[in-house]
């Protein structure tokens, strides 16, 4: 008796192969059986879903997200479980939920996980009890953020930091890592961990070594001295002698744009070197606090969201600076803390860095953001559906591949990413004519189209355009040396 079976369905396996055509069974919470269409017809099974014309694929998997602190004070995660996304990585961009012990407000661009009562978990095992007790959505991996130490070892983070606080940094990644955390991730370009110098993520990094962890990185810059920023990068990496991924690759900036042929070429190099990935979402514009360092007029700047004028959200920042009579940079001064949509990148860079093979796909989407870019709500189905189908940028079967079969591999998530015979059944089946994103920078809020099951551990969470009450998402700890997910894919 199967718990569920899938029948005359379109299997995508996650791989980047072609998809077959097979009937798939569910038991146990696992891939039981994939046998050719029509071959379990007859079989004993307590759900029968018909599959003709819709693909079967490995549930998505998003590498780069802050849903730190949601996958427990909203659990049941509609933003990611409605894109087909069964499980998510946290702790990106230097900023985690764990481990922490503030002093007071979470420092920016920590403040994007949510606020001061919301960290609330000084150990990484105080973490992951809090994911498992919470029983989110989806399933949790988390990598440990380079501010998240510094804020606890540092008494200002204007500076680097000081051999007896790098040490004590380094005792507190130890111990996240002995419980199962993938690595280390930093968000260098960020005022709070800005004036960090490579030596200091360097001694960090070597921790990592042990574990075969992975180091992540919001680079130093996205802008002009982007090469130099990956340099650092693979730098830190060689030193550790861990692989380096890097997060929501990018141009930034108009001065910037047209130059993603010499970006992707340094990755390729740096893949010589040590082994490298990175990661994209599907839209020209960005999305975090309000930098001062990145205000400008060659492009528009949306204001999301704002402490002390909280009617300028859903404005451009030209439009108040207009109304104030003042400079941009004055009306971003304030405004802060604010957060914003920079429209800053060149659609044929997203283009081409999407389509690189080593790319793999992340929404970094902000769920505590009250109008939050709509990547949060449609990254998945816009690859599937603008991306894929609509503007053919790459084969459906490669675009499935991005978003499961490759990230299982390079982030260490064992017997997931892949539908076969034993694995976990994280699944998803949509319609590849209609799957596409509804979510916009107007209204970002919308579920997307074409979703029509999603399970999470074999257990269906969401069905025909609503979330189930069953939630079977889990705590997923690092799984082996995570170098082995690497060898397949180097330049």
Known sequence: MYHTVIGAVRVLDGTGAGEIMADVALADGRIAVVAAAGALADASTHDRIDGTNLVLAPGFIDVHTHDDTNVIRTPD?????????????????????SPVALRGDPPDPMNLLGRQHDFVYPTFADYTRAVDAARPAVNVAALVGHTALRNNHMDRLDRSATADEIAGMRAQLRDALEHGAIGLSTGLAYASAFEADT????????ELNAFGALYT?????????????MQEAFDIAGHARVPVIVSHLKCAGAGNWGRSREVLAMLDTGGKMVPVGCDCYPYSASSSTLDLKQVTSDFDIDITWCTPHPEMAGRKLAD??????????????????????????HEDDVRRILSHRLTMIGSDGLPNDPLPHPRLWGAFPRVLGHYSRDMNLFQLAQAVHKMTGLSAARFGLAERGVIREGYHADLVLF???????????????????????????????YREGR?????AGRWLPRSGDLRAGFNAYQP
């Open 467 to 471: 979330a189930l009450p069953d939630r």
């Open 217 to 229: 990185t919001h680079l130093r810059t996205e802008f002009a001295a982007i090469l130099e920023a």
């Open 199 to 206: 030596a200091e993520v360097k001694a960090l990094a070597e």
């Open 320 to 345: 108040i600076a207009a109304t104030w009579n003042v400079s941009l940079l004055d009306a971003a001064r304030r405004l802060q803390p604010a957060g914003a949509v920079y429209h800053g990148m």
């Open 77 to 97: 995660m509609l933003p990611k479980l409605s894109q087909g996304v069964t499980t998510v990585v946290v702790g990106n961009c230097g900023i985690s939920a």
């Open 431 to 461: 319609d590849p004519a209609t799957v596409i994103d509804r979510a916009t920078f107007a209204a970002p809020v919308q579920q997307a189209a074409g979703i029509e099951g999603v399970w999470v551990n074999g257990t269906l969470s």
